[in-house]
C-alpha cells in the first residue's frame, strides 16, 4: 500500500469546519483513499472512502485532488465529540494486502471549544 | 448492540502466563481481522480469517500467538508465554466482503498489561 503523510496534530474551533490533509503521491490507481477515526480507548471507526470522485456522507466529505495524489477530509461543522485521532489510509481494492488496513500516526484532532 | 464486541476488555497477567481473548464479529460478516495496537502508534495488523480459514498472518504474529475461527463465528486470540513487550491494545474487526471495497468495523479491543 502507498504511503500516506498527515500533520500530527491540528486544533478546530467547534461549530467550524475540520479540514484534514492528507499526502499520499505514490498511490496507485488501483487503491482507495480511506478514512477512519480513532477516539480515545476505543477501536478505529470508519469514515469515509473514495477513489478519485469526491464523497460525502453523513459524517464527511472526501475530497481528492484530481491527480490523487491528496486528499482531504472536512468534517463539516466540528463537535468536542469529533475530537480523535484520523488516520488517512490507502488500500488496493483487491490482490496481495488488500485485506488489511494499513495504519500511520494518523491526525490528532482536537476540537477547542 | 450488532457491533463487533471484545472479551475480557482489560486483561493483567504476570509475564510467562498464557492468555486468550474472544472476538464475536458482526454476524453476517464473513471476515475478521486481528490487529495490535502499543501506545500512540496507529493499528498493526496481525491476521485475518476469511470465514473458518485463516488466510494472512504478520511477521508480527510470533509462535507464541495463535488465533482460530473455528466454526467461522467467534474468533479467539492466544498469546503463550507473555512477554511485556506484549503489553498492548489487540483490536478485532470484521468486515462482509462484496463489491470491491468493504469496510472494516473495530470492536473496543482488549487492553493486555504483562507486569
Known amino acids: 500500500d502507498a504511503k500516506t503523510t498527515q500533520p500530527p496534530s491540528m486544533d478546530c474551533a467547534e461549530g467550524r469546519a475540520a479540514n484534514l490533509p492528507c499526502n499520499h503521491s505514490?498511490?496507485?490507481?488501483?487503491?482507495?483513499v480511506y478514512w477512519y477515526r480513532q477516539i480515545h480507548s476505543q477501536g478505529p471507526q470508519y469514515i469515509i472512502h473514495?477513489?478519485?470522485n469526491n464523497e460525502t456522507n453523513e459524517m464527511a466529505s472526501l475530497i481528492i485532488t484530481e491527480d490523487r495524489k491528496s486528499s482531504t477530509l472536512i468534517l463539516p461543522h466540528a463537535t468536542l465529540r469529533d475530537t480523535a485521532v484520523y488516520y488517512c489510509i490507502v488500500r488496493a481494492f483487491s490482490g496481495a494486502g488488500s485485506y488489511q488496513l494499513t495504519f500511520g500516526k494518523g491526525t490528532k484532532l482536537s476540537v477547542i471549544p | 448492540d450488532t457491533g463487533v464486541s471484545q472479551d475480557p476488555r482489560h486483561k493483567i497477567t504476570k509475564r510467562g502466563q498464557n492468555v486468550t481473548f474472544r472476538c464475536d464479529p458482526i454476524s453476517e460478516h464473513n471476515r475478521l481481522y486481528w490487529y495490535r495496537q502499543t501506545l500512540g502508534q496507529g493499528p498493526e495488523f496481525l491476521t485475518y480469517f476469511q470465514n473458518e480459514a485463516q488466510l494472512e498472518k504478520s511477521r508480527l504474529l510470533s509462535d507464541r500467538f495463535s488465533a482460530e475461527r473455528p466454526k467461522g463465528s467467534f474468533s479467539t486470540l492466544e498469546i503463550q508465554r507473555t512477554e511485556q513487550g506484549d503489553s498492548a491494545m489487540y483490536l478485532c474487526?470484521?468486515?462482509?466482503?462484496?463489491?470491491?471495497?468493504?469496510?472494516?468495523?473495530f470492536g473496543p479491543g482488549t487492553r493486555l498489561t504483562v507486569t
Open positions: 474487526a470484521s468486515s462482509f466482503t462484496s463489491g470491491v471495497s468493504y469496510e472494516q468495523y
Open positions: 473514495g477513489l478519485k
Open positions: 505514490t498511490i496507485s490507481g488501483n487503491e482507495y
